[in-house]
């Protein structure tokens, strides 16, 4: 049935087409994750370039100060990142955290002190944090099963893609001779920001957000689309009426605040403990050094020279972005359990491999052993890109009631932002300290994160939001709902008239 009725609530500009539409919300993933990936590889490239760390004076202290800053903001964010998303909507609450991140941006491109430096990195966590939990619960909620892993696990895929912008500019422009030379790689940061912010017109708010807000036609508009019919047509009809019931359903059996209800029951405390064990996962699998302490480990490998770990940083966020890219396909094929077990014993068995070369040729000066190093390094990496990145934006998104959505995210990503900060302040210390015995160490805490991963970890491929619910423990009943809305019961004796 044709899908071109005429439209009273959703913008024209959202595309008529599922397949256009999706391809609009693969391009709204891209920008959002690029923007966390720039954020995250610039201050490595940073680093490296003396005109930022003599304008500063930087040392141990004060670079774990401008690494942690913007975790600081992160952790601050907590307190909004669930009410922004559930108040004003995921596609409003990606505009504002937008806005807020490109002030901060401004002012990070701007900064006379080290003061200033901070608080807008703290401004910048701030508005990606928020991003980063509005935007996975969207998605989430707009794509079917079949495309939500690959589309979601392209989501923080993308991560590179900044990654890789950053590397570049940094390496080109290292050779200006002025504070430009890190001014410039912090304000073209912004390109990501005002690229989502064209894109947000093409896309549609998450119907579920609008069911629960009793916005049943604007939510049916949007349910044509995604179900490639009329509103009219029984399939769409049935879509909200099921939607409708079970998120009712949930406002019966949950109904105090999110964060309460994640403690309440003992289905919702194993949604918690997922939550919170894979956002300390996120940041202490040994993932952390390469974004923001890979100079100190080409260091620590032999490789010294700036000009040439501009270039190994520059490759490393390609070999990323193709493995993640490989992993978000594999997320329905191997499965979420698998394909995590995979990458959290291969970083583990690499970690151990890069301590032990680190001892033995870290000190030497034959180019052969020290990218012998780097070769290890790029496995890791590889490891760390297939499994976990794209499962951050998709686990935490989708083993989440629509209730408890944005609250679960938000739980996730403070988890994640706590052991950032620490790791921000600790490794800095630890890698001078420990040396090789440093890799040794997180090698070691990888296997028990991979013994937690096999116990605890809830199967999801290929099965609705709304069906994953039964995994855990939850009984979802579509038909104890007698009331529909005026709209759907005038809608359904149509339907009948025409049979």
Known sequence: MSTNSERKYLSDLVPRNVTVLNAVLIMVAIVNSATLGYDASVMNGLSILSSYTEYFHLNNVTTGLNNAAVWMGCILGFFVNQYVPDKSGRKNAI????????????????????????????????????????????????????????????????????????????????????????????????????????????????????????????????????????????????????????????????????????????????????????????????????????????????????????????????????????????????????????????????????????????DSTDPSKNYGIIAVIFFFQGFSAFSITPMTSLYPAEICQYRLRAAGVAIFRLADNIFGLVASFALSFAMSDLGWKFYLMNATWDIFMGIYTYIYFVETKGLPLEDIATKFGDIVNINTLDSLPEEIEVLEKTKGQSA
């Open 95 to 362: 505009l504002i955290a937008t806005i807020i991140t490109a002030i901060g941006i401004v002012l990070q491109a701007a900064a006379q002190n080290i003061g200033m430096f901070v608080l807008a990195r703290i401004i910048i966590g701030f508005g990606t944090i928020l991003s980063n939990v509005a935007a996975p619960s969207l998605l989430a909620e707009l794509l079917p099963p079949h495309s939500r892993a690959w589309i979601l696990g392209i989501f923080f895929s993308c991560f590179y893609v900044g990654g890789l912008l950053s590397a570049i500019i940094n390496y080109g422009s290292q050779n200006i001779m002025s504070t430009w030379s890190w001014r410039v790689p912090s304000l073209l940061q912004i390109i990501p920001s005002l690229v989502s912010i064209i894109f947000l017109p093409f896309i549609p708010e998450s119907p579920r957000w609008l069911i629960a807000n009793s916005q049943e036609e604007h939510a049916l508009e949007i349910l044509a689309i995604l179900k490639s019919a009329d509103k009219k047509n029984s399939v769409t009809i049935d879509s909200l009426r099921e939607i409708k019931t079970i998120i009712a359903r949930e406002e019966i059996e949950l109904p105090r605040n999110p964060f309460r209800e994640l403690i309440s029951t003992s289905v919702n405390r194993k949604r918690l403990n997922i939550l919170i064990g894979f956002g300390i996962m996120t940041e202490t699998l040994g993932n952390f050094i390469i974004s923001y302490y890979l100079t100190r480990i080409l260091s620590q490998a032999g490789i010294t020279d700036p000009n040439r770990q501009n270039q190994i940083n520059v490759i490393l966020q390609c070999w990323g972005f193709v493995a993640a890219l490989l992993g978000s396909f594999m997320l329905d094929i191997l499965g979420r359990r698998i394909q995590t077990l995979i990458g959290v014993f291969g970083m583990a068995t690499t970690l151990y491999i890069i301590g032990a070369l680190i001892k033995v040729y870290g």
